[in-house]
């Protein structure tokens, strides 16, 4: 019916297969070893899960030297580089390594390339973990490249032997522009071996970009640091919707950013619970959008194993969920 309020629901979105995992892996442990179960860095970019699992016993640490010696730690989803890893072990720490396996094939890279004395120009954004991790797999070889308009100023030992690779939660559409001008002034730059930007970041712009086209406000759900959350902002932005606006919580919707708005959409980053959305499909069904339309552009099934380590362990308790080597929650 013309004039009526609609929300636009994007799919998929919220939680990827390597967020699960992670966060699965920090319960278990906490289950199995029990409290406290330290933690390096937020296990994902999400205030609320952060939250809700300090308050089951989990405790956020920046560096590995604040946790005391022989304690269990969790390495984030977003990966450490070898110096971390060996600095837990250097302190009798007990590390279970929740490093999204999408991210860990993108370290494999990065050593593969630094073994073969590539330069590997890493785009991604300067003090994200995961780009500190996957540089710290080779220091010596990386040069991080922030943005398209960074290129000019690149230099390079041999132009004829530079690799790219990328964090794997960029825009797709503004890391093929950095490849673009880079490819211009290093012809023989060579291109990962396969997508660095991982399946769920892609699946999400993927999805927001078809709302946004009908969209008067897009409304991401979604932590400040969490890069995925903040690039379906832009990506929404960039793709037609008047106005996009990030939000931890539904709490944070502003009356006025409803003004005049007839049609919203709604989607969530791949480190956001469910129930944050529907928090906002809630309060936003209270304010006269209670027509819901799901635009759906992927089917989503992949999921990881748990971290070696806790499946080991689990498997040593005959824990029935680890046994099926899956991350499922039942
Ligand atoms: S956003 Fe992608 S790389 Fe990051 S945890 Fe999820 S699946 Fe892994």
Known sequence: MLGQKRVLLAAPRGYCAGVDRAVIAVEKALEHYGAPVYVRKQIVHNIHVVTELEKKGAIFVDEVDEVPEGSHIVFSAH???PAV???ASDRGLLAIDATCPLVT???REA???ARDDFEILLIGHEGHEEVEGTA???PDHVTLVGSPDEVANI???DPEKVVWLSQTTLSVDETMETVRRLRERFPQLQDPPSDDICYATQNRQVAIKKVATDADLVIVVGSANSSNSVRLVEV???YGAKAAYRVDYSSEIRQEWLDGVQTVGVTSGASVPEELVREVLQDLADAGYGTVDEVKTAEEDLMFS???ELRKDLAGNRDERALGGRATRD
């Open 155 to 157: 230099e390079v030992r």
């Open 105 to 107: 094939k993108v370290h």
């Open 79 to 81: 990966g450490v580089s």
């Open 136 to 138: 710290g797999e080779a």
């Open 306 to 308: 748990l971290p070696k």
């Open 85 to 87: 890893v060996n600095a």
């Open 236 to 238: 929404a932005l960039e």
């Open 111 to 113: 050593v593969r390339f």
